[in-house]
């Protein structure tokens, strides 16, 4: 007769071990209904709680090995070593092949280049940013592998983030309370990615920088200007813009995004009607006075030229003929209400004076020549994000 061999105490070491990293894994990942589950405080605390759980189940794991397992007949002893095998791959799997900071590295090689040495072709989109005369563009191909970019412009330290679950970009300033924080990309809740900064251990969403739990939750990172549009276009504007060079590191990485700033992905409900409003549908997004207001991207191609109101806020949304590089501007200029349309020449006019504008904001030609419309701050995202995010948006489609 064979003694008691316990093995509740083993299946519970395996538990410890196996069950935390695995539920983690998948809440933190794109798989299958993770996604919209509302689960980011559960993940944050899963956490803090692995590592300690993992000691637990290795402890009892080793107790059972010295007191009970050879006990065991053969065959229960193929079975544990087998089923032992089987966590060690989990582990694998968990702690490093699905690990958001494994798989999406940060460069530590941050190299710019003039628009002259520059390797970057023009037709490429980029996320642009200015400050204290110093210009600087970010290659969406390259800043959608990384997710983000911790780096400096004109003497202040910027955090450039990209998510390519929900097709967004923003730019944060990574200074928390007077300290300068790092941070590391944890996961995706929601199809929006998720970073930590490394001093309060808070987690913040990358579309809205709103701390969602730990420390600081409510808190808001401080969002600062930039535009999206293509190199080129950017160039137009700033011919002197210092331009991020990829990192022959992560050349694979890069030819995995290669076209995602061109496609626009088609899902089952968008086949036979092309009109169709689906998750993956692209938008431009704006904030007016806390009012969001998201415009459907395929209509704006077709309409090129919107004039619009949000919260008084008079507001011209321009798409340009190359369909990638838009435009969101105040169309209340000093005092007075402008309404635009385009010329024959694809440049922008205003019925109240007849004078001609740039995509950039700037009157060329006419009695309001030197004048400049007020950027506004505009977003593309995909719809399942901007609707997630921003519950009380307004839709435009025409």
Do not use: E, K
């Given at each position: 007769m064979i003694n008691n061999t316990r093995p509740y105490i083993f299946w519970i070491g395996i538990l410890l071990l196996l069950m935390p990293g695995l539920i983690h894994a998948y809440l933190l990942m794109p798989f299958p209904g993770s996604q919209d589950i509302n689960a980011i405080t559960l993940c944050y605390y899963l956490e803090k709680i692995i590592l300690p759980l993992r000691i637990l189940g290795a402890a009892l794991m080793l107790w059972y090995f010295v007191a009970y397992f050879r006990r065991n007949t053969l065959t229960a002893r193929i079975v544990k070593l087998v089923v032992m095998l089987?966590?060690?791959g989990s582990y694998y799997y968990t702690d490093y092949t699905y690990k958001a900071e494994i798989m999406f590295k940060e460069t530590q090689k941050v190299n710019f280049a003039n628009a002259i040495k520059s390797r970057v072709p023009h037709s490429y989109l980029v996320i642009g940013v200015v400050h204290n005369g110093v210009a600087k563009a970010y290659p969406i191909i390259y800043l959608g592998y990384h997710h983000k970019m911790q780096d400096n412009i004109g003497n202040k330290a910027i955090m450039v983030t990209y998510c390519t679950m929900c097709r967004t970009?923003?730019?944060?300033?990574?200074?928390?309370?007077g300290v300068k924080q790092s941070f590391r990309l944890v996961g995706a809740r929601h199809y929006n990615a998720i970073i930590e900064d490394v001093g309060t251990k808070t987690w913040?969403?990358?579309?809205t920088g709103y701390a969602a739990v730990g420390p600081m939750k409510g808190a808001h990172l401080a969002e600062i200007p930039y535009e999206q549009l293509t190199l080129g276009g950017w160039l137009e504007k700033y011919p002197g813009s210092l331009i991020l060079q990829p990192?022959?590191?992560?050349?694979?990485?890069y030819l995995d995004l290669n076209n995602y700033d061109r496609l626009q992905a088609i899902d089952r409900d968008s086949i036979e009607n092309k009109d169709t409003l689906y998750k993956k549908s692209w938008m431009i997004g704006v904030i007016i006075s806390g009012q969001p207001k998201a415009y459907d991207w395929r209509a704006m191609v077709k309409k090129r030229v919107l004039n619009d109101k949000i919260n008084n806020t008079n507001l011209i949304v321009g798409m340009q003929k190359d369909s990638m590089?838009?435009?969101?501007?105040?169309?209340?200029?000093?005092?007075?209400q402008m309404h635009f349309s385009l010329t024959?020449?694809?440049?922008?006019?205003?019925a109240e004076t007849s004078s001609i504008w740039d995509w950039s904001g700037n009157c060329v030609a006419g009695s309001q020549k030197g004048q400049k419309l007020g950027k506004i701050q505009a977003y593309q995202e995909y719809w399942r994000s901007w609707k997630q995010f921003?519950?009380?948006?307004l839709f435009w489609k025409d």
């Open positions: 089987i966590c060690l970009g923003r730019v944060y300033d990574p200074v928390i309370n913040w969403y990358q579309s990192d022959n590191l992560f050349t694979n990485d590089n838009y435009h969101v501007y105040n169309a209340t200029l000093n005092g007075r024959p020449a694809d440049m922008l006019t205003d921003h519950p009380n948006t």
